[in-house]
């Protein structure tokens, strides 16, 4: 049997994973609230392995900090995702990662991952890692694709657009939650368009 690998990944409602410069929305884009932690942590505790790109893994370093004890973001959510087991798939880093349960793991990402399926004994999650998760997702090995939509739209001040350069895919719904009156979840499972 095969572990279940769910890209998760936020977006603004124009589809953009982040802000760049002239952005001031801070984490989130500032719209959590009590339902989407809840959700969120929720999600985190379930017995899972995290699966992150060289280039999101550096984010998350500098933005959490090394260590629970050195964390520069204080909540539960983030505390979680940094003692969760995790694989780094990167041709460029060097060990240590300076990350508590973090794995380096070199190599092409469709290979590393189709191993891990194969493998893990423990579903596998990736957050981000939007170039990573592409060439996933058109590998075939994205299972569920958990898309949590932001009340915002960041026309002038998004970047990283989540699914430019993505193959062509029919999505079927699997399961929808509004959090906080506002905020949109929703889990797909992809299918190559033909």
Known sequence: MTAIYTWDV?????????YGEGGDWGGYWGKQG?????????????????VLGANTFREFLGHLGPSIEEARVDDPVNRRMMTMPTTVV???????????????VRG?????????????????RSHGSLS????????????????????????RTGEAPIFRGAADFDLELLGSRTLDGRTQELVYRPTLHH
Request: proline share 7%.
């Open 34 to 50: 009590p339902e989407f932690l809840d959700r969120r942590i929720a999600q985190y505790r379930e017995e899972q392995r995290m």
């Open 10 to 18: 936020f977006s603004s409602l124009d589809g953009f994973g982040s």
């Open 90 to 104: 990167s041709t460029t880093m060097e060990d240590p990662l300076g990350w508590p349960d973090a794995t380096l």
């Open 108 to 124: 092409d990402a469709v290979d590393v991952v189709a191993r891990l399926k194969e493998e893990s004994p423990v579903p596998l």
């Open 132 to 155: 990573m998760n592409r060439a996933l997702l058109a590998a075939g090995l994205v299972d569920r694709v958990q898309l949590t939509i932001f009340p915002v739209l960041t026309g």
